[in-house]
């Protein structure tokens, strides 16, 4: 059985070039999504004499208020986002009333490594990146709001809301801006492996013996946490150093695999 | 004297939030272009019925093709850009002819650690974040593309393009597109430190007890390389391992030195 995948359209088809596949699959579109720190949104100018696309480093993650057990991997999901959303697109988000909401493109990528080849053309990098096409509403109902706001904490560290003052008064509720993004459209690229070269240079032993080529995996690295000077807490808890250890591991696993998969 | 600065209008403004700062000085904002593995490149929908703006992942590195020793934290810079250039992209900037060029909007994001405060509303991550209005043209001229790849890949690697098979051939030269973005405005907003706390929630010590607050620090580590199959080199060159060293090193080093900044 295929896996539940984006319609692919001449809005979000994946041009391919060398070892770098387009994947729908909304278990790759969605996990690249939810694994990556901070997410660029993109939406067109409001001014009419400003020609350039507003951009804002946001958190987002996926989610379904309507079937809160869903599995990303499989089923159907909204992105919810959350961090300073600029006057401008709070503009349109609001003026949408009714409406379907501001068009945006959510993109989020994470690197795997550099591809270092025999020329600088096919110097490469392993990546996954994500762009999702939907439109943005701002979460007005409150229960809502909560479940994405709990979904937001714990995808930066899980058990994170309940290991904080837990729920939000009414002022923090009111002055925290979520925005849900209906997805239309998203794709996945990908790009794994080592270098790939010109057929001529990869026949050239005088070449092979003097250009060292592979690749030098990269990952996100957390390290040693640094107690606040207010906390009285003495010790980092555990959700918080079993998180970092994980993650670390993950991290660097997954870009030791990418790096030699497909290599033969 | 005041620092080489873009200009601040409405289309770059900063919002501040919290410890959040906004900063316009060249400095800022082309560290933060060239310290990023990857950058977003996101340009306004061409076909008339596609309400998203495109983003594609991309490489990037400012730089002067007529001053070409010129300091980038100091001085004037256009971006060269890089990467699969989709046909749409492709079709603005060729069309645009002796046109200024196609508006885009250039983001890169470095995270630096996450902030855990006492409520969920006062989490927060370190970063430094650039955003580029400008407009991109296809570089025509073979110098200035000689140029800009060897600008892109030294970025990458610091001489990676001496170590490699260079000058790259006619067909190699061809089949390589680079985009220059002549720069019109741009901003970058920079959060460090501890986290913030509401000032209820900072005097109540049984909570301080029982939440743990302060910074999980991150940065982009660098493993140990994988040699390609094919190569014939045995041990990982010196140009390789000393900026592997130095990278890792620095990551961690500013990661730190953001966490503490400015706490008291």
Redesign the interface.
Same mark, same amino acid.
């Given at each position: 059985m295929a896996s539940p995948a984006y319609e692919k359209t001449?809005?979000n088809t994946v =041009?391919r070039?060398g070892k %770098?596949r387009g994947n729908y699959d909304y278990k790759n579109v969605h996990s690249i999504v939810n694994s990556s720190?901070?997410v660029?949104v993109? /939406?067109?100018?409001i001014?009419a004499d400003? +020609? /350039?696309?507003?951009?804002l480093?946001m958190?987002g993650v996926t989610g379904s208020f309507t079937s809160q057990d869903a599995d990303p991997a499989t089923s159907e999901q909204d992105l919810y986002i959350h961090g300073?959303v600029?006057?401008r697109l709070m503009k349109q988000s609001s003026a949408s009333g009714d409406d379907q909401g501001t068009?945006? @493109?959510v993109?989020a990528?994470l690197?795997d490594?550099?591809v270092?080849?025999?020329?600088?053309?096919h110097?490469s !990098?392993n990546?996954r990146?994500a762009?999702v096409?939907g439109y943005a509403s701002l979460v007005t109902d409150e229960a809502e709001k909560l479940y994405a706001?709990?979904l937001i @904490?714990n995808n930066?560290?899980p058990n994170?809301?309940a290991? !904080? $003052?837990?729920p +939000?008064n009414k002022t923090?509720m009111t002055?925290?801006t979520i925005l849900r993004v209906k997805i239309?459209?998203a794709s996945a690229?990908i790009r794994s492996g080592?270098?790939s %070269?010109?057929r001529h240079? *990869?026949k050239d032993?005088a070449? $092979? =013996?003097?250009?060292? @080529?592979?690749?030098?995996?990269?990952?996100?690295?957390?390290?040693?946490?640094? +107690? *606040?000077?207010? @906390?009285?807490?003495e010790?980092?808890?555990e959700h918080?150093e079993s998180w $970092?250890a994980l993650a670390n591991r993950d991290? $660097?696993v997954g *870009?030791?695999e990418a *790096?030699?998969e497909k290599? =033969?």
């Amino acid at each position: 059985m295929a896996s539940p995948a984006y319609e692919k359209t001449p809005v979000n088809t994946v =041009k391919r070039l060398g070892k %770098e596949r387009g994947n729908y699959d909304y278990k790759n579109v969605h996990s690249i999504v939810n694994s990556s720190p901070v997410v660029h949104v993109s /939406f067109n100018p409001i001014a009419a004499d400003d +020609p /350039f696309p507003a951009v804002l480093p946001m958190l987002g993650v996926t989610g379904s208020f309507t079937s809160q057990d869903a599995d990303p991997a499989t089923s159907e999901q909204d992105l919810y986002i959350h961090g300073y959303v600029g006057s401008r697109l709070m503009k349109q988000s609001s003026a949408s009333g009714d409406d379907q909401g501001t068009p945006v @493109t959510v993109a989020a990528t994470l690197m795997d490594g550099l591809v270092l080849a025999l020329t600088p053309n096919h110097h490469s !990098c392993n990546y996954r990146s994500a762009v999702v096409f939907g439109y943005a509403s701002l979460v007005t109902d409150e229960a809502e709001k909560l479940y994405a706001l709990e979904l937001i @904490t714990n995808n930066m560290i899980p058990n994170l809301w309940a290991n !904080c $003052r837990v729920p +939000p008064n009414k002022t923090e509720m009111t002055s925290t801006t979520i925005l849900r993004v209906k997805i239309s459209l998203a794709s996945a690229k990908i790009r794994s492996g080592g270098p790939s %070269e010109d057929r001529h240079d *990869a026949k050239d032993e005088a070449l $092979r =013996k003097r250009v060292w @080529t592979g690749v030098v995996p990269s990952w996100t690295q957390w390290g040693e946490p640094i +107690p *606040a000077k207010a @906390t009285l807490v003495e010790e980092v808890p555990e959700h918080v150093e079993s998180w $970092r250890a994980l993650a670390n591991r993950d991290g $660097r696993v997954g *870009a030791y695999e990418a *790096a030699v998969e497909k290599e =033969k």
